[in-house]
């Protein structure tokens, strides 16, 4: 998966993290919030590779 789709997926789980906090899941919330900013910094690190080559 190219960078881009890791950006988009990252942004996603970001934008749906608070959902979970709405519908008073915060476990959910929680784990979707750190997967998503976990996929921005892979995102971010494979970016950088990709540009280097």
């Given at each position: 998966?190219?960078?881009?789709?890791?950006?988009?997926?990252?942004?996603?789980?970001?934008?749906?993290?608070?959902?979970?906090?709405?519908?008073?899941?915060?476990?959910?919330?929680?784990?979707w919030?750190?997967?998503?900013?976990?996929?921005?910094?892979?995102a971010?690190?494979?970016?950088?590779?990709?540009?280097?080559?």
């Amino acid at each position: 998966m190219h960078s881009t789709g890791i950006f988009i997926l990252g942004i996603l789980w970001l934008l749906l993290s608070p959902l979970w906090f709405w519908a008073e899941n915060t476990a959910m919330g929680v784990i979707w919030l750190c997967a998503g900013i976990l996929e921005l910094i892979v995102a971010f690190i494979k970016r950088k590779k990709e540009k280097k080559q």
